[in-house]
């Protein structure tokens, strides 16, 4: 099963730029990668995926490696609501694993 | 569309008892999945199921089993409640490998 590193935690500055970042050395060439996040006391949510170039929606951007090897989670202002666990996880064709590992925990201070 | 939704929201087990987490979607996902989530620790794939009739394991199954007979339901049995299945237990469905998941609102499962 393709395998995510994240750091356990990290501090952010309410309003300022946030980013995270995930390794993912053993990806495969169709290996998609996702980032959820997990608010107090919620389920996750999906916040993001990409395969190979950059992505943006409204919640954040996804940077990707050209190797692949590593991605980064853009939170372009961190507000308070965004303290939460992320998540960085790979999906693969035909197996569908989704394993989540133990996230990085963001704290955003006021 | 409701999306996934699981019953029920809170549940007290004895050891030794059984029961069954409900799991429905109605956004035609193939793909669903059982997670749990203990205190201060990140999720935990338990079983998958890929289509109606195909399930398999994920990291935990001991002591849980699933059946997927149609697309829309994917219920989760403990066969024999033990204290350390006590968890939060979380449901999530997608169209495909590149697809978002969906996730339910969670069952807060205590075994005492």
């Known amino acids: 099963d393709a395998k995510t590193t994240q750091p356990n935690s990290m501090e952010s500055n309410e309003e300022e730029p946030v980013h995270l970042p995930c390794n993912h050395s053993t990806i495969s060439g169709t290996d998609y990668i996702h980032w959820y996040r997990q608010l107090p006391s919620q389920g996750p949510e999906y916040v993001i995926h990409?395969?190979?170039s950059n992505v943006n929606n409204r919640m954040a951007s996804l940077a990707i490696a050209e190797d692949r090897k590593s991605s980064t989670l853009i939170l372009h202002r961190a507000t308070l609501r965004d303290a939460a666990v992320y998540y960085c996880?790979?999906?693969?064709?035909?197996?569908?694993?989704?394993?989540f590992g133990t996230g990085t925990r963001l704290k955003v201070l006021a | 569309n409701a999306g996934v939704t699981q019953t029920p929201k809170f549940q007290v087990l004895k050891t030794g008892q059984s029961m069954t987490l409900q799991c429905a979607q109605d956004?035609?996902?193939?793909?669903m999945s059982w997670y749990r989530q203990d205190p201060g620790m990140g999720l935990r794939l338990i079983h998958y199921?890929?289509?109606?009739?195909?399930?398999d394991q994920g990291e935990v199954p001991n002591g849980y089993n699933v059946s997927r007979s149609t697309t829309e339901d994917f219920p989760l049995r403990l066969l024999s409640a033990a204290p350390s299945q006590t968890s939060v237990y979380f449901c999530a469905g997608g169209r495909s490998y590149n697809s978002p998941l969906h996730f339910g609102n969670g069952t807060r499962l205590t075994v005492t």
């Open positions: 956004m035609n996902h193939e793909y």
């Open positions: 990409g395969l190979t």
């Open positions: 996880i790979l999906s693969t064709s035909g197996t569908y694993k989704y394993i």
């Open positions: 199921s890929v289509g109606a009739g195909i399930t």
